[in-house]
């Protein structure tokens, strides 16, 4: 499975932006990078996925570097309601044709502060 | 459109029971995945079930079992507890287009709580 590694944790001021960084230096060329993220006593949450260019949607933008090594997850303008662990998955190959396993790491422990 | 759930929310066996935990989908998900989160271990993949059958398993032991009903609906099965089996179990819907590399949008549940004493 491609590795991913992410800073344990990272602190932000509430409307401030946050840049949430991702080494995947092991990458494959047909791997997309996915986001989730876990607010406190929930399940994970989708956040965004690319695969080559920046995406952009309502929660967040993903800009992923040129050689696809790495990829930040950025978050405009934090709220609090964004504290929750952050996700950067490269999900596993599936065996067949039913899902792809996410693999989940540490992920990065995101406080919000007002 | 209701999300994924699962009962029930917490349970409290002991050593050696067994336990069975229930999953309802996404209306019109046809895959279902299982995940156990513990804080030493993190999040783990379980297996996944699409159209009744398991097509991915992850590195657990064959105590932790499921099946997949035809309307969906899953279930998984842990016997013969140990005090390391209290986690969080979660179950994820999708609508699983089949293609490993593309994307698949994983909708989690709330989750089981379960403490084996």
């Known amino acids: 499975d491609a590795k991913t590694t992410q800073p344990n944790s990272m602190e932000s001021n509430e409307e401030e932006p946050v840049h949430l960084p991702c080494n995947h230096s092991?990458?494959?060329?047909?791997?997309?990078i996915h986001w989730y993220r876990q607010l406190p006593s929930q399940g994970p949450e989708y956040v965004i996925h690319g695969l080559t260019s920046n995406v952009n949607n309502r929660m967040a933008s993903l800009a992923i570097a040129e050689d696809r090594k790495s990829s930040t997850l950025i978050l405009h303008r934090a709220t609090l309601r964004d504290a929750a662990v952050y996700y950067c998955?490269?999900?596993?190959?599936?065996?067949?044709?039913?899902?792809?396993?996410?693999?989940f790491g540490k992920g990065t422990r995101l406080s919000v502060i007002a | 459109k209701a999300g994924v759930t699962q009962t029930p929310r917490y349970l409290i066996k002991t050593r050696g029971q067994q336990v069975t935990l229930s999953c309802s989908p996404i209306s019109g998900h046809r895959s279902v995945s299982w995940y156990q989160q513990t804080p030493g271990q993190g999040l783990q993949f379980l297996f996944e079930?699409?159209?009744?059958?398991?097509?991915n398993k992850g590195n657990f032991p064959g105590r932790f079992s499921g099946r997949q009903f035809s309307n969906s609906r899953s279930e998984m099965n842990v016997s013969t507890l140990e005090l390391g089996d209290s986690a969080l179990y979660l179950c994820?819907?999708?609508?699983?287009?089949?293609?490993?590399?593309?994307?698949?949008?994983?909708?989690f549940g709330p989750g089981t709580r379960l403490t084996v004493l």
């Open positions: 092991t990458i494959s060329g047909t791997d997309y």
């Open positions: 079930y699409f159209s009744e059958t398991q097509r």
């Open positions: 994820a819907s999708s609508l699983a287009r089949g293609l490993a590399s593309s994307y698949n949008e994983q909708f």
């Open positions: 998955i490269l999900p596993r190959e599936a065996e067949n044709s039913g899902n792809t396993p996410l693999v």
